[in-house]
Antibody, heavy 121, light 107 residues
Framework: EVQLVESGGGLVQPGRSLRLSCAASGFTFDDYAMHWVRQAPGKGLEWVSGISWNSGSIGYADSVKGRFTISRDNAKNSLYLQMNSLRAEDTALYYC??????????????WGQGTLVTVSS | EIVMTQSPATLSVSPGERATLSCRASQSVSSNLAWYQQKPGQAPRLLIYGASTRATGIPARFSGSGSGTEFTLTISSLQSEDFAVYYCQQYNNWPKTFGQGTKVEIK
């Protein structure tokens, strides 16, 4: 069974940093691109970032470009999101999601259960 | 950035009735369109990809259609477990944008 388990969320002050992790199991991790998607409380889904199987292709939403960095460690079956200069508007549940392809060009299936990031003083 | 617009925002439907949800893209996304279902407190679940292909394990009452800029998700006979929020997403271009969602509620 494919499983994605996010961790690393919490309460952080504006301007500080946080690193999210996603542990993958049940599939060959380095065969697939991966993504981060977030959902602010009571709001819709917003794609944040995606990375290809070999980290050769990476993309970011404009809202996080220059502040967030996505990475992966295929040896550890793990995906990461380094979030710097956090703002109140980054408060959200952050989901990790598997792409259907090695390049980040497909739909997302499955999704993890998410980790909550709250940015507040 | 491709803007995805879903309508209506809320759809009130009686169990057993048909529900039709719409999704419009601000420019063509070909058939690179997915639909997801999200229930309260749960992660989104893939329903449809390629605009019309049901994901594994999705009941036949869910169907998708359309291409280019106009797409539809139809639930032929609503069951109690289908009341949820539905999102469309284009994966034709970066960034991979979502619609704002349609909430299907019990009438």
């Amino acid at each position: 069974e494919v499983q994605l388990v996010e961790s690393g969320g919490g309460l952080v002050q504006p301007g500080r940093s946080l690193r999210l992790s996603c542990a993958a199991s049940g599939f060959t991790f380095d065969d697939y691109a991966m993504h981060w998607v977030r959902q602010a409380p009571g709001k819709g889904l917003e794609w944040v970032s995606g990375i290809s199987w070999n980290s050769g292709s990476i993309g970011y939403a404009d809202s996080v470009k220059g502040r967030f960095t996505i990475s992966r460690d295929n040896a550890k079956n793990s995906l990461y999101l380094q979030m710097n200069s956090l703002r109140a508007e980054d408060t959200a549940l952050y989901y990790c999601a598997k792409d259907m392809a090695a390049a980040p060009k497909g739909w997302f299936d499955p999704w993890g259960q998410g980790t909550l990031v709250t940015v507040s003083s | 950035e491709i803007v995805m617009t879903q309508s209506p925002a809320t759809l009130s439907v009686s169990p057993g009735e048909r529900a039709t949800l719409s999704c419009r893209a601000s420019q063509s996304v070909s058939s690179n369109l997915a639909w997801y279902q999200q229930k309260p407190g749960q992660a989104p679940r893939l329903l449809i990809y390629g605009a019309s292909t049901r994901a594994t394990g999705i009941p036949a009452r869910f169907s998708g259609s359309g291409s280019g800029t106009e797409f539809t998700l139809t639930i032929s006979s609503l069951q109690s477990e289908d009341f949820a929020v539905y999102y469309c997403q284009q994966y034709n271009n970066w960034p991979k944008t979502f619609g704002q969602g349609t909430k299907v509620e019990i009438k």
